[in-house]
């Protein structure tokens, strides 16, 4: 793989980082076989780890998935507040 790039965000506690870990796991890479995405939590972290075959499917990927990261995230922050797993 070409291209590679790692996030970790602090979602301040390990329910939380769960939480969004769990919304977004189902949401797969739409080509497999060019982007693989690997996600771990770990004392309230979400860490991702991008492996892609060309730095532009390495853009959209982190993009795209930047983006539905920041929804899961507010809608947790907003509505999450005493969610049980």
Known sequence: MDGKADLEVDCESQ????IVYLALDVDKELQPDKVKRQ???SDGKLSVHF???EA???RASFSAFVD???LATKTVE???KGMEL
Do not use: P
Request: overall charge negative.
């Open 15 to 18: 329910e939380i980082a769960s």
């Open 78 to 80: 907003e509505f999450g």
């Open 68 to 70: 539905v990261l920041t």
């Open 39 to 41: 996600m771990s939590v």
């Open 51 to 53: 492996e892609a075959v």
């Open 56 to 58: 532009r499917f390495l």
